[in-house]
């Protein structure tokens, strides 16, 4: 069962920050995190690297993505 | 495409495209630009101001076409590559507040943080109080934003809202051809132009329109950001966006060697003013302003041509902030800070600090 960020309609560094926020909180396992530009898409998945998650599945969806990282 | 599409977002990428300014804004200069304002957002928006008779600041009066090129070359690059995504709704009056002030700060110390970097590349010693007020101005920024600062979020649109912005250029366009300039003459039809000053200084329309579209073009496919650079770097340690900014300084320290443009020191530096203390508070005014919006001026440009509205309102603000700017006194000269400057400083800190203590929106 993963957390859902919810970053649609947010402008950087917003969905940055909450996805970071919720790293911090789970420490691993799986978070779905919802964009709307490619901007957001590019920055999440960037941090997300960068705090040692892995980019799991990134799905386009509708007009935005839905990107699924993961921790084990 | 993908291939294409994702080269843009890597290191190499954003380090590319900040060269290529780094390359293209001395040039600029050297084709009839004004002094270290190969590319300055801020001052390009008050010349147009100027131009269109908002201020009647005659040495500031020009529809420059390289703001033209940034919002048309990022909706080209949005449509090519379909991120043109027309969105609206998050706060728009702030965000015109917001640049009303960005332009105000702006101009007490003379430029964005694009014509910074360029006039510290150019060897102009003031820059560094500028840069050193935006790095605090931005870092204010980051207090708030990791305090739960936030504008709501944007709400998808008709496509049409996203085209406003870029359509207002289009027809800014249509007017430079329509009313050119003509010799020896300060007005031609409903435009305003200069006869001396920097607004005199620029390069030809076509070269000017060209680097611009480019410009917005590159920008919009990699992010290039002049306040998201120093944003992430504090708040995040990250040098994505940096390393863009870093390229664009070493480019044209280099470019500026090579075409004679490298001048070091402090005093009689083009368009430019020694009072230290004031380039510093105006940045600081700037960079926060930048901050809460979440863009450096260009930036703001690029997503407007992507279908940013709410980015849109923020150049209109720019643009309307430069006509207070010069009819109220606020705005710098070569001889120091305007009549009114410092209160401007003043007012347009303690304007965004009620902003940024006051919008801790909850995001539902």
């Keep these: ?72 | 495409m993908p291939a294409l599409k994702n080269l843009f977002a890597t290191r190499w990428g954003i380090i590319s495209v900040g060269a290529f300014i780094g390359v293209f804004a001395p040039l600029l200069q050297k084709w009839g630009n004004p002094g270290n304002m190969g590319v300055c957002v801020a001052c390009f928006e008050r010349d147009i101001a100027g131009a269109l008779g908002l201020h009647r600041a005659g040495v500031v009066q020009y529809l420059r076409p390289e703001i033209i090129g940034f919002v048309l070359g990022s909706l080209i690059a949005a449509y090519i590559f379909k991120e043109f995504r027309p969105r609206v709704g998050s706060a728009p009056i702030v965000r015109f507040v917001l640049g009303a002030f960005a332009m105000i700060g702006a101009l007490v110390f003379l430029g964005c943080p694009w014509r910074a970097l360029l006039r510290f590349s150019a060897g102009d010693g003031n820059a560094i109080f500028g840069l050193l007020g935006l790095i605090f101005g931005i870092w204010l920024g980051t207090l708030f934003l990791k305090g739960g600062y936030n504008l709501g979020r944007t709400e998808k649109t008709h496509t049409s809202v996203g085209w406003l912005l870029p359509l207002i250029m289009l027809g800014f366009l249509v007017l430079t051809i329509i009313f050119p300039q003509i010799k020896g003459e300060t007005r031609s039809g409903v435009l305003f132009y200069s006869l001396k000053g920097p607004g005199a200084m620029h390069a030809p329309l076509i070269v000017s329109l060209l680097v611009g579209l480019a410009i917005g073009f590159l920008a919009q496919r990699s992010r290039f950001c002049t306040m998201g650079a120093f944003r992430d770097l504090i708040l995040f340690r990250q040098t994505h966006l940096f390393l863009g900014i870093c390229a664009l300084v070493v480019v044209a320290f280099i470019t500026n060697l090579i075409v004679g443009q490298f001048h070091p020191g402090f005093a009689h530096q083009p368009v430019a003013h020694t009072m230290s203390i004031w380039n510093f508070g105006g940045m600081v005014v700037a960079g926060l302003a930048f901050a809460l919006a979440g863009g450096c001026p260009g930036r703001q440009l690029f997503l407007a041509g992507e279908g940013d509205g709410d980015a849109g309102i923020f150049v209109l603000g720019m643009i309307v902030g430069a006509a207070f700017s010069h009819n109220f006194g606020l705005a710098s000269s070569p001889k120091g800070v305007g009549p009114h400057g410092i209160a401007a400083v003043i007012i347009g800190l303690l304007v965004c600090l009620f902003i940024g203590f006051t919008m801790r929106k909850k995001i539902a």
């Design chain 1, 1 to 72: 069962m993963s957390t859902v960020v919810d970053a649609r309609g947010l402008s950087c560094p917003q969905p940055v920050l909450m996805t970071l926020d919720e790293i911090k909180k789970v420490n691993k396992g799986e978070i779905e995190v919802l964009v709307d530009t490619d901007t957001s898409k590019e920055n999440v998945t960037r941090a997300a690297e960068s705090q040692g998650w892995q980019v799991k599945e990134i799905q386009g969806k509708g007009e935005g993505y839905r990107i699924i990282i993961n921790k084990d």
